[in-house]
């Protein structure tokens, strides 16, 4: 390293300048070199006045060759306003249907395609859509590069006044710089490009900050207008990609992502890492506008590190991209010494200065998003069918657990199972007492029959007073229905977790998965259920003694027979069938209710009461199905989204 108020020395400089395009060669075709205007040596403007539409440039071509026809320039082409209009309108369709893609599941791969989604959202929105609605508004030159590679000290000495605070290390909360032009300030202070980030319009550097890897993401783009930037393009000075803080490695990809052009920043003692040169293969793969910036050579290494380095550009698909070298010096004032970055200069300001320069390099920018768009589109179409296939299983766990629990849960209620517990301790109870005939059919008890109810009561358990069968039947249904629906939630709960996304979907969900009101819900329902069979079973006492001289029937005596029977279907077949004890008792008590409520007011109440059960409890089902599939996306609405992504990406593709 040499002082700059040293002598100079042969530090290959000469060989920089030849090395580094003195032409537009990466813009311009052949047959226009050479027409480039040249900037104004005091002011790097245009050279000629700015006119109401762009400048078309032709070949001076001979009298007779004036009439031919001329394959105009693809944005001159008749009807182009109307193909832009298609394009414009065939890329907002693909970036609605990519927005709207949903990937929750944590199925294999899915990493990759959220990543990829993302990207692909901040590139339509950054830079897309903004450039297909305004392609004549300036360029944007991101310099990109990793830690240490000078990329602030560039920035600051293109326009030879500090920007943008240079340094190895980073501060982590520091915006980005966008440096452009004051003829251009309308073109970045509305949210046009890059929305997402607000507008500073502090002119003065940050503060220098502490490096802290968990510091927030960067909201806020700060725009330094500047006459000594060229008009028709402005540079960002963005984070590092390779920064300690993760949320700078993403902010520095999606400006990247924005760019009309990169300007890529390495070093020669780094120019050989991962990270850089995976930048660089994707926008060799997207064919985006590039130009690389070799810093801080050592002088006795400088033709070897830029073959070495050209050769690897060439063998990565970007041959044709620009490269400048500057050697290892100090700077001057902060700046780098301005004949060292006057060859990049002079490009930048030759592409700036130039209509068709700016096309070129914004119509092959253009172009190679647009074309990246199919096979980007395309990942997450399969992406997005991988997600259906993991709904569908999900789904598939739900109905295999409550195509089994339903039926069951709905036959136990009926046939008998209830018939247990202290539900058959009370009906014994009551089979047992001698006075049961007695108080259906309304006539007086015995002294025999009060003794013997005496005695019953003596013996029951715990010398509690004996309780209408109503009420143990209401609590065995509802702790049958409260089983079978914390079963089937734990069934199917324990199908999903044997999937890693479905055990990672769960952990999402959170204190959704638990029912909060299941409770309650059920408690009504069964209670509701308690009340209209017991409407029923007094209608039909009612309409049993109307008319009639007699002193009526125990009401209550009915209605415990009628419970019973209502959850026992056992009871409605005939005397002369095999039937279990239990079930034998029921059947029995049931042709005596009938004997004096009537065979079809008994079948009717009994048949209502079984349907109404039924019902109530398949509601309790379903709606703890529907809750559980509500935890999960519809299977119908995924199943055509990834059939959409392609086709929006085939109507961009025919736009094009």
């Known amino acids: 390293m040499r002082s700059a108020n040293e002598a100079p020395v042969n530090d290959g400089r000469d060989e920089v300048e030849v090395g580094q395009p003195n032409d537009l060669q990466v813009v311009l075709p052949p047959e226009t070199r050479g027409t480039v205007r040249p900037p104004a040596a005091a002011m790097p ?96 030159a991101v310099i990109g590069g990793s830690t240490g590679a000078g990329k602030s000290t560039l920035t600051n000495s293109l326009v030879r006044r500090t920007v943008s605070r240079s340094g190895v290390l980073r501060p982590t909360t520091r915006s980005p710089v966008l440096v452009h032009h004051p003829f251009d300030s309308g073109a970045f202070l509305s949210q046009r490009i890059l929305p997402r980030l607000t507008r500073v319009t502090s002119e003065a550097p940050e503060p220098l900050q502490p490096i802290d890897p968990n510091a927030p993401r960067i909201t806020g783009l700060r725009l330094v207008p500047h006459d000594g930037l060229a008009p028709g393009m402005a540079i960002i000075d963005a984070p590092d990609i390779d920064s300690l803080v993760e949320t700078n490695r993403d902010l520095a990809v999606q400006l990247l992502q924005a760019a009309d052009l990169w300007i890529f920043v390495t070093t020669a003692a780094r120019y050989a890492d991962a990270m850089p040169w995976e930048l660089l293969r994707q926008a ?68 700036a200065g130039d209509d068709h320069a700016r096309s070129v390099v914004a119509e092959r920018t253009l172009k190679g998003v647009l074309g990246s768009l199919p096979e980007r589109a395309e990942l997450l179409a399969v992406a997005s069918e991988a997600q259906v296939v993991g709904w569908q299983l999900l789904h598939d766990e739900v109905e295999a657990v409550f195509a089994t629990a339903r039926p069951r849960l709905l036959a136990s209620l009926v046939d008998g199972s209830l018939l247990s517990g202290e539900v058959l301790a009370r009906w014994q109870e009551l089979m047992a ?37 109503d009420v143990p039947v209401t609590e065995s249904v509802t702790a049958a229905i409260r089983a079978a629906l914390r079963s089937a939630t734990e069934d199917v709960l324990n199908r999903w977790r044997r999937h890693p996304f479905g055990s990672a979907l769960l952990t999402a969900r959170g204190h959704q998965v638990t029912a909060n009101d299941i409770e309650s819900t059920l408690e009504r329902a069964v209670r509701d259920w308690r009340v209209g069979v017991s409407s029923r079973i007094a209608t039909a006492v009612e309409d049993a003694v109307a008319g009639t001289t007699d002193a009526g029937i125990d009401a209550q005596t009915a209605a415990d027979v009628m419970f019973v029977v209502a959850v026992d279907e056992r009871s409605d077949r005939s005397a002369d069938e095999s039937v279990a004890d239990s079930a034998g008792t029921v059947a029995a008590a049931r042709r005596i209710v009938a004997g004096f409520l009537g065979v079809e007011p008994v079948r009717s109440v009994a048949a209502d009461a079984r349907a109404d059960l039924v019902s109530r409890a398949a509601i309790m089902l379903d709606t703890e199905r529907r809750r559980l ?25 025919a736009a094009r």
């Open 284 to 351: 060799a793969d997207r064919g985006v506008a590039v130009a690389v910036v070799l810093d801080r050579v050592p002088p006795e290494a400088l033709a070897d590190l830029r073959v070495h380095l050209a050769t690897r550009l060439r063998d990565r698909g970007l041959g044709g991209a620009p490269l400048f070298v500057i050697p290892e010096t100090e700077t001057v004032g902060g700046f780098l010494p301005e004949p060292l970055i006057a060859p990049l200069q002079l490009w930048l300001r030759r592409v």
């Open 45 to 140: 403007v245009r050279a000629e006045p700015v006119q109401a539409g762009p400048v078309r440039r032709e070949p001076v071509r001979p009298e007779s060759s004036r009439a031919e026809p001329v394959r105009p320039e693809p944005s001159r082409v008749p009807g182009a306003p109307n193909r832009e209009v298609d394009l414009l309108a065939a890329v907002e369709r693909l970036r609605m249907q990519i927005a709207t893609l949903s990937l929750t599941l944590d199925v294999p791969e899915v990493a990759a395609a959220r990543r990829e989604r993302e990207g692909l959202l901040s590139q339509l929105d950054d830079y897309l859509l903004p450039r297909l609605r305004r392609r004549d508004a300036p360029l944007l």
């Open 433 to 469: 007492d001698e006075g049961f005939v007695r108080r259906l059919d309304g006539r007086p008890e015995s002294l025999t029959d009060r003794v013997g109810a005496a005695m019953t009561t003596a013996v029951r358990r715990d010398n509690e007073e004996a309780q209408p069968l």
């Open 629 to 653: 599939e509500r935890l999960l996306e519809s299977v119908e609405s995924r199943t055509g989204r990834a059939a959409a992504v392609r086709t929006a990406a085939e109507l961009v593709e």
